[in-house]
T-cell receptor, first 112, second 114 residues
Framework: GESVGLHLPTLSVQEGDNSIINCAYSNSASDYFIWYKQESGKGPQFIIDIRSNMDKRQGQRVTVLLNKTVKHLSLQIAATQPGDSAVYFCAEKSQNFNKFYFGSGTKLNVKP | EAQVTQNPRYLITVTGKKLTVTCSQNMNHEYMSWYRQDPGLGLRQIYYSMNVEVTDKGDVPEGYKVSRKEKRNFPLILESPSPNQTSLYFC?????????????FGSGTRLTVV
């Protein structure tokens, strides 16, 4: 598979536990945020997004929290499964600049 | 199935030999973009296109060219590849980047330049 996980911070969790992956963003003008999941050998896949007028959004087993005061984004995965093992990274977009900036990612390792 | 298709998946080439990586999307997206992904650096934008015949430089455009003659295709051209262009490349497309629209990514092209 592709070696995109080198030199990344790693989070190891036990199967069935909840996972929290954090992301700090830099631009206070960013108004749209996305979490992506990248499995080995594959392209990034959309998980969940949130606009800056919200502070929480829930999907299936995933929740994204946005704290604009400290420019912090988190992804919570409930009842983590082995299939959740991947690299997760956040992306931010500014209305002003019309482009995405991506974080370098966190590797999630789910232990059976 | 809605998707972004890149070819080839893997490519090993020699310094200076021109190559093209193709990208095609079937979602009628206006916006397309090329990224390279290197360990510890995340995704960095090479070039993007807002629509047919409209392209612009991203953050790391040196050594690359693109074209957008048709809405569905956005090839990446390396006129004279060098070893520092060894990387994992992703093509992505999106409906309207001006709104809250997420990218759909291709599966990637692993390029090695020796």
């Amino acid at each position: 598979g592709e070696s995109v996980g080198l030199h990344l911070p790693t989070l190891s969790v036990q199967e069935g536990d909840n996972s929290i992956i954090n992301c700090a963003y830099s631009n206070s003008a960013s108004d749209y945020f996305i979490w992506y999941k990248q499995e080995s050998g594959k392209g990034p896949q959309f998980i969940i997004d949130i606009r800056s007028n919200m502070d929480k959004r829930q999907g299936q087993r995933v929740t994204v929290l946005l704290n604009k005061t400290v420019k912090h984004l988190s992804l919570q995965i409930a009842a983590t499964q082995p299939g959740d093992s991947a690299v997760y990274f956040c992306a931010e977009k500014s209305q002003n600049f019309n482009k995405f900036y991506f974080g370098s990612g966190t590797k999630l390792n789910v232990k059976p | 199935e809605a998707q972004v298709t890149q070819n080839p998946r893997y490519l090993i080439t020699v310094t200076g030999k021109k190559l093209t990586v193709t990208c095609s999307q079937n979602m009628n997206h206006e916006y397309m973009s090329w990224y390279r992904q290197d360990p510890g650096l995340g995704l960095r934008q090479i070039y993007y296109s807002m629509n047919v015949e409209v392209t612009d430089k991203g953050d790391v455009p040196e050594g690359y060219k693109v074209s957008r003659k048709e809405k569905r295709n956005f090839p990446l051209i390396l006129e004279s590849p060098s070893p520092n262009q060894t990387s994992l490349y992703f093509c992505a497309s999106s409906a309207l980047l001006g709104q809250a629209a997420a990218y759909t990514f291709g599966s990637g092209t692993r390029l090695t330049v020796v």
